[in-house]
């Protein structure tokens, strides 16, 4: 019952069980010796979006980066500290949401995003943001005025 294995081919399977150990080791001894630079406070890790099914996730995520939440911000605090000023992380949270709710679809005026709801882990950096749209806020006008008419000619006859 024994697997008839080439001795060429042992030694391949054994090097490239060596070589992916070692870069796992590698990566391992590279995070640890890194230092993270607390006096500088924590990063800003990443955006991560939930919730959206019609707005794209880049024009939301380009809205909470305006904000504040984007590579380079640290979290030292209670203070959000971006490349251009310095502001509280509830006010930089409120704006973010004022933000996410102004987005629109593209290439229309539609913002059918109703809710939201932004989380920023202090210890991590990582910013949560829970969208809710909802399309029955949105009303609909007719531009088409001839359309119109024309229907309401049609239904009278």
């Known amino acids: 019952m024994f697997i008839k294995v080439r001795r060429d081919t042992l030694i391949i399977l054994i090097l490239?069980?060596?070589?992916?150990?070692?870069?796992?080791?590698?990566?391992?001894?590279?995070?640890?010796?890194?230092?993270?630079?607390?006096e500088e406070g924590v990063p800003i890790a990443g955006v991560m979006i939930k919730g959206n099914d019609i707005v794209p996730l880049s024009t939301i995520k380009s809205n909470?980066?305006?904000?504040?939440?984007?590579?380079?911000?640290?979290?030292?605090?209670n203070t959000?500290?971006?490349s251009q000023r310095q502001l509280l992380l509830s006010d930089a949270i409120s704006?973010?949401?004022?933000?996410?709710?102004?987005?629109?679809?593209?290439g229309t005026s539609i913002a059918p995003i109703n809710v939201v709801d932004i989380q920023v882990d202090s210890n991590t950096g990582?910013?949560?943001?829970?969208?809710?749209?909802?399309?029955?806020?949105?009303k609909v006008?007719?531009?088409?005025q001839s359309a119109s008419n024309s229907a309401?000619?049609?239904?009278e006859t």
């Open 95 to 106: 704006n973010a949401e004022q933000l996410v709710k102004r987005s629109t679809i593209p």
């Open 80 to 82: 959000l500290i971006t």
């Open 64 to 77: 909470v980066e305006a904000a504040g939440f984007r590579d380079g911000s640290y979290i030292k605090g």
């Open 152 to 155: 309401e000619a049609n239904t």
């Open 16 to 38: 490239a069980f060596v070589l992916i150990l070692s870069g796992r080791l590698m990566t391992y001894v590279g995070f640890a010796s890194s230092e993270a630079n607390v």
């Open 141 to 144: 006008q007719t531009t088409n």
């Open 126 to 138: 990582n910013v949560v943001v829970n969208v809710v749209e909802d399309f029955s806020v949105i």
